[in-house]
């Protein structure tokens, strides 16, 4: 993922580079010229998206997972046209900080900068959160209990106020729903 101007630049000359090598081994070696095609067309492709979320065409930044959430957030960075810089500034963290944070995937940032980034960015996270399998009621609540009192442990409130009197942060919008019963705790999106 291209993450920067900078990185923009280097990513086109590697473009470039690789369809000029292509078009030389071509009459030689014609799988390895398809290759070099096809990694010019990823490297197109990362382009192109750099570019649309940068120049404000797309705002909205799908998560399929929770590993979805790192490279959303650094979409969401772009697209509001902050620097990694400008961003740690108004986290109150150094600018090496957010760099660590954003290439090791937000791996081993808190929850609660991870919201402070969401709320930065004027950014919220909206989903479900869903059993992989059929889950019993009694499992199920368990699950929940379990996810109540990790929540406790990072400062946040599911389904009750947060220690700021609002319901959680503002970027936390989890419904749980079990699939053998009605038990659902949420908390509820500003």
């Known amino acids: 993922m291209i993450k920067n101007d900078r990185q923009l630049t280097i990513t086109q000359q590697k473009m470039r580079r690789a369809l000029e090598s292509a078009e030389s081994v071509e009459e030689v070696d014609a799988t390895?010229?398809?290759?070099?095609?096809?990694?010019?067309?990823?490297l197109l492709?990362?382009?192109?998206?750099?570019?649309?979320?940068?120049?404000?065409?797309?705002?909205?930044?799908?998560?399929?997972?929770?590993?979805?959430?790192?490279?959303?957030?650094?979409?969401?960075?772009?697209?509001?046209?902050?620097?990694?810089?400008?961003?740690?500034?108004?986290?109150?963290?150094s600018e090496q900080n957010?760099?660590?944070?954003?290439?090791?995937?937000?791996?081993?940032?808190?929850?609660?900068?991870l919201a402070d980034i969401a709320d930065v960015l004027e950014y919220r996270l909206v989903g479900a959160l869903r059993p992989c399998e059929a889950t019993t009621p009694a499992r199920g609540v368990q699950a929940v209990t379990r996810?109540?009192?990790?929540?406790a442990q990072l400062g946040f409130a599911l389904g009750g106020p947060s220690r700021e009197g609002g319901y959680g942060s503002r970027i936390i919008a989890v419904n749980i729903g079990i699939l053998q019963g009605s038990h659902e705790a949420g908390a509820p999106s500003r």
């Open 32 to 42: 390895t010229a398809q290759s070099l095609r096809e990694f010019a067309s990823e």
């Open 45 to 93: 492709g990362q382009i192109d998206e750099y570019l649309e979320v940068r120049d404000g065409n797309r705002h909205d930044f799908p998560l399929y997972s929770v590993d979805d959430l790192a490279a959303s957030l650094i979409k969401a960075r772009i697209a509001r046209r902050l620097t990694q810089k400008q961003l740690a500034e108004t986290i109150g963290v």
């Open 98 to 113: 957010v760099q660590r944070d954003e290439d090791g995937g937000y791996q081993r940032a808190a929850l609660s900068r």
């Open 147 to 151: 996810a109540q009192d990790s929540a």
